[in-house]
């Protein structure tokens, strides 16, 4: 995909966006270079793609411009191109975790200075998550946070033999963030409070704030929890994969499918979700409607109007 160009402030070439050849059938996705460019900068490739294509979305917190010092300069296709933090924490990890995987992310693959673009791509929000093969669920780049993630192989995820104690303290830490009126009722299995712990839930309490993420972890077919460079499968919490688990746990997870298969059922409508998720935080105040809109009976008869 090609764009044209102008001059930066340093010189350099600005990115520009080229219009969807297809906008009614047509996502972008990036592939991000393993290499960095000779000065470090992170480089990817966008390209115009379709739902058909195979990829994965990123469901993060966008941040405030100048956070850690921001904007930060990356390159796509060659071109000089402007992220926040938050994200460019994100790039670096995934420059060496998922280097050529085909990416989705919103502050990237949709124009936001094109309108009538950025309310189409909007709208088809509920499609693009959950035609996703997966969603990570970026939570920052906490490092004393990622030190509690758990490194779970194939085998563990299928049996609580594999599984050591603490980890059952961490799920419960993040279930009880994510939904506190459910996962409290389980109760701390360990009454464990420390650093660590204080750390994770202050990352996932920052990211479940965000009024975007209840539809993007809801429509997900798969969830991937990323903590600075460590990441967890929340699907390992199905119900099924945790029929020998002990009963409090196996709970966690009957309650996360439970959740998961209510929300995309839509059988809720706008009004409910509002009043539930009145707590959720979101820049511009349409968006608490629009973040919803795929989750609720409404939601095909509601245009995004930005």
Known sequence: MESKCSESADGDETFWYQPLANPGSSIRLIEIDPDTASDGTVQLHLFESTFLEEYT?????WGQEHDGGGPFRILVNGKTFNVRCNLNNFLCVARRKYAKRRLWIDAICIDQANTPERNHQVQQMGNI?????????WLGNNCLAAEIIPRIDSRARHTARHLPADIWFYLWLFMSTVRPDCWGLCGNPSGKRNKRSTALKEAVRGYWARAWVTQEIALAKR????VHDTEFDLTALDSARMRNFRPTFRALGELYATNTRHYKSQDQHLVELLNNYAWKECAIERDRVFSLLSLCVEGADIKVDY
Do not use: D, M, Q, W
């Open 223 to 226: 969830v991937r929890l990323l």
């Open 57 to 61: 979305c990123l469901s993060y917190v």
């Open 129 to 137: 998550y959950s035609r996703a093969k997966e969603v990570i669920a």
